[in-house]
């Protein structure tokens, strides 16, 4: 019988030494994947742009990511230092009751801080963590960095405030439009016909506002816009010459009636009325007594023999009170048997011009 135990010793000896190399093998297998696992949470760690910092129930820093850097200057000597002391370049000092009420409730919490040095915006969520063995050991820190969305979402709400302060001045031009072509118009069809073309044409300084809402509104696209609008042939019927002058917005409004004035009275009493007849526009900037001025002048020719109007419309007026109200401008009206000429003279200052820019 002993014999017998001794001869199925080995065979027992041998089936534990597979059954440990079997276990050996899935140990050596689960190490490597834990291997692996570290190695990757590592690199994802290292590799995000979100700042992120574990702390213990002390508050002392046990793990965090490089990208931490921009709001904790923290390096691998920081670990296990209480986060109070630690330099932060945001007032973190408000998150510590929020971390408290954390590690209390076991909830979750959020906070908006900014950077007071960059003015950089971050919201901040806070989560207890546990431990292997499934206890809270802390909390973590994580920090987005919300500036651009931020600032795109301040940037939207200035661009829509401006738009609704536009479409205000824009319906309180087009009211005034209205209002005042109906005082000075004797039909209703004088009056569609000089509304519908007074809208047209503030409709077409719009058009040249928006291409380059900053860099206000080139005096000669107004102009040749206008002329155009009337199917003057530049060359022949018009010729339009000057300096660069860039009115602000709000300005070129009213300029722009001022020549759509000009324009509709050449086609229906002066010079566009008659296939002969020209348009010379020009402008110079000069200074009169230390101060800086447009001159600008309207010449017509080849019409017919133009005399003073009866009475006063909506063109005159707007030629001779409201630029004198508006923009301190001076209008002179000259009916010479060749043709109308008028004078506008405006003094350059921020209010009026974008480019040039003299007076305040």
Not at 135 to 150: E, N, P, R
Request: some cysteine; charged content about 25%; glycine content about 6%.
């Amino acid at each position: 019988m002993a014999n017998e135990e001794f001869k199925t010793s080995p065979d027992e000896l041998e089936r534990v030494n597979d059954e440990l190399t079997m276990v050996s093998s899935q140990l050596s297998q689960r190490v490597q994947e834990l291997t692996r696992a570290t190695s990757v949470l590592k690199n994802l760690l290292e590799s995000t742009q979100i700042g992120i910092v574990f702390l213990d129930n002390d508050l002392r820093v046990m793990n965090f990511t490089p990208a931490i850097a921009q709001i904790l200057p923290l390096g691998e000597t920081d670990t296990g230092r209480p986060i109070e002391q630690i330099k932060a370049k945001i007032p973190i000092e408000e998150l510590y009751a929020d971390i408290r009420r954390v590690q209390g409730t076991l909830s979750s919490a959020e906070r908006e801080l900014s950077a007071s040095d960059s003015g950089a915006r971050y919201i901040v969520r806070i989560l207890p963590y546990r431990d292997i063995d499934d206890v809270i050991a802390g909390v973590v820190l994580t920090f987005l960095d919300v500036t651009v969305i931020t600032r795109a979402e301040e940037r939207q709400r200035l661009l829509l405030a401006e738009l609704q302060h536009r479409v205000r001045n824009t319906l309180g031009v087009v009211r005034s439009i209205a209002r005042r072509s109906a005082e000075t118009a004797v039909t209703v069809e004088e009056y569609a016909s000089h509304l519908d073309g007074r809208l047209n044409a503030f409709a077409r300084t719009q058009g040249l506002v928006t291409r380059d809402p900053e860099g206000g509104v080139d005096l000669e696209y107004l102009v040749v816009e206008e002329l155009l609008a009337y199917n003057a042939r530049e060359g022949e019927q018009m010729r339009v010459s000057g300096p660069t002058v860039r009115f602000q917005p709000k300005a070129a409004e009213t300029f722009a009636l001022a020549i759509h004035e000009l324009a509709t009275n050449a086609l229906k009493y002066g010079a566009f009325s008659q296939p002969s007849g020209q348009i010379e526009v020009a402008w110079r900037l000069v200074e009169s007594t230390g101060i800086a001025e447009l001159v600008f002048e309207w010449r017509e020719r080849g019409g017919p023999k133009v005399e003073p109007p009866s009475r006063k419309g909506f063109g005159t007026e707007l030629l001779e009170r409201t630029l004198a109200f508006e923009f301190k401008g001076q209008t002179r009206l000259a009916f010479q048997p060749a043709g109308l000429q008028c004078t506008i003279t405006l003094p350059l200052s921020k209010r009026t011009f974008h480019t040039p820019i003299v007076a305040d």
